[in-house]
């Protein structure tokens, strides 16, 4: 018997320089999209009244939401801060808990920060050439720590993951990631609503 195939198989080209596709758009994320997620919201909505700037972007191939698919593409986070806050993605829980998620950083540094329901939190560092693996039930935001370059990423995790993007932002993750003395330091946010 023919073994059946949903999606045929495909090549994708992602710059390595800028971390986008020619062949497809990008899901974009502007700073006012997400004002409310920094620490200082004041500093946020002053800078997005200046300009409203693209703060990361990213792709959704459109794999079909199974568990026998994996969703996958590239995220850029471009470099910044609001006020002493770097910029980042908004950052999720996946509605399907218990599915992780792998990102491999072509390009940048900066760190994944993770946390899970029970209270625990890890910081990953990116580098070009490492992977970092988001463990079942953490939930993840990409965080640019660089002045100058993108943070470039790809990721690839269970297609019927799904992204669960409200309890985030309704509580916000516990630590925030500012620069101190010119270097990114974790702080407890004060603004965590557990
Ligand atoms: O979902 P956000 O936190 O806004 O980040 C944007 C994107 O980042 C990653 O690359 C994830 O794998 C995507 O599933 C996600 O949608
Ligand atoms: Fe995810």
Not at 167 to 173: A, C, H, Q, S, V
Request: aromatic letters at 12%.
């Amino acid at each position: 018997m023919t073994p059946t195939t949903t999606v045929p198989a495909t090549v994708t080209a992602f710059d390595l320089v800028t971390g986008l596709s020619v062949q497809r758009p990008t899901l974009k994320r502007h700073l006012s999209a997400m004002a409310t997620m920094y620490a200082d919201v004041e500093a946020a909505r002053a800078q997005v009244d200046k300009d409203d700037v693209l703060v990361y972007e990213f792709y959704d191939m459109g794999v079909p939401e199974t568990s026998g698919d994996v969703a996958y593409g590239t995220s850029i986070t471009y470099p910044g801060k609001v006020g002493d806050e770097y910029y980042m993605t908004k950052g999720h829980f996946h509605s399907v808990l218990d599915t992780g998620e792998i990102y491999f950083c072509l390009r940048g540094t900066g760190y994944m920060l993770m946390e899970n329901p029970e209270g625990d939190w890890q910081a990953a560092e990116f580098r070009p050439g490492q992977a970092v693996y988001v463990p079942r039930r953490y939930a993840h935001r990409s965080i640019n720590t660089s002045a100058t370059e993108p943070l470039i990423t790809f990721f690839a995790f269970p297609g019927h993951a799904g992204h669960d993007y409200g309890t985030i932002e309704t509580k916000g993750f516990r630590k925030l990631c500012v620069e101190r003395d010119g270097r990114p330091v974790f702080i407890d946010n004060p603004k965590w609503a557990g």
